[in-house]
């Protein structure tokens, strides 16, 4: 089997008892929230009898024991089976499956654009140290990566919705329009950029500050100085020397930052109304519709740990040192 099949293999294998830990640890925390779906429904109701309580609790299998919850739990994750949202009265893999290409849109574009614009500015930073671009981009890049999203996000409302009316503030697409297929591809991209925005700032600020720093430590390092010593130019330097070792911390940050882009995105749609899994989990959270809530981190986990597998390839492409066996 060749290196990098075994190495995939490996991971995958490894990624198995991680998931299944994952959904323990999930399914303990929500059992340690106040209230269940029969309280839900009885405060809709405006009250219940405790045998009507009963009965719903019986319905949804919250009188069994938790262990015995938890068994059935995870038989019917092995099986792919996510339980029935309540709610929505519907599977809970279908409703899952139906908003996760919104979320993944809104990621892919916000990580995209977070990730390149990144590279560029601590590129130019770095090249510049010390001169007035330097302490412009750092300054900008603090100010980005102090700001709260979702209070960039009600900014931008303000600013590009309601005073300039340049861009729509909410949802994905504009509800009844009868666009052609490249209107509605414009159309979607015009919904995307204030969420892109909002949710891909923070990250470019962190990423701005990563190049940067790991830059100026690349440009310390002996063989860097050699080049220079050859007679290079300092443009040949920063991108055929420097650029892809300077990378390396990057694309690990851009693994480790994946989680923490799927918690973002929970108060950039609820923000601006984008019919993804964020706004769905926030949603199943106040509606105590756990086997929603459930479905969502599960496939969540099941998301970072798949794109951190994907890393951790890359980064054994961009440095040969790193044995895959």
Partial sequence: MPRF??????????????V???????FCLLQLAPGDVADVLAGEAGGATPEYMAQMRTKFGLDQPVPVQLG?????????????SFRHNMPV?????????????LMVAAIAGAFGLGIVLGVTAAR???????????????????????WIGLMMILLFSV????????????????????GHVLDVARHMVLPTVALGLFFMALYTRLMRASMLEVYGLDYVVT??????????????????????????MLGLQVGSMLGGSVLVETVFGWPG???????????????????ILMLSSVLVVIVNIVIDLLYARLDPRIDMR
């Fill in 5 to 18: 099949l075994h190495y995939l293999v490996r991971r995958l294998l490894q990624a198995v008892p991680i």
């Fill in 20 to 26: 299944a830990g994952i959904a323990v640890f999930n």
């Fill in 72 to 84: 059935k739990y995870l038989l019917n994750v092995a099986r792919l089976d996510l339980g029935y």
């Fill in 93 to 105: 893999i279908d409703l899952v499956l139906s908003r996760l290409p919104a979320t993944l849109l």
């Fill in 128 to 150: 510049n140290v010390n001169r007035p671009i330097d302490t412009i981009i750092s300054v900008g890049a603090l100010l980005a990566y102090a700001t709260p999203i979702f």
């Fill in 163 to 182: 005073k300039l009316g340049w861009l729509p503030s909410s949802g994905m697409y504009t509800v009844g329009a009868d666009l052609s297929l490249a």
């Fill in 227 to 252: 080049a220079r010593a050859k007679g290079l130019s300092e443009t040949r330097v920063a991108f055929r020397h420097v650029l892809r070792n300077a990378l390396l911390p990057m694309v690990t």
């Fill in 277 to 295: 899994l964020g706004r769905l989990a926030f949603e199943a959270v106040f509606q105590r519709d756990n086997n929603l809530l459930l479905g």
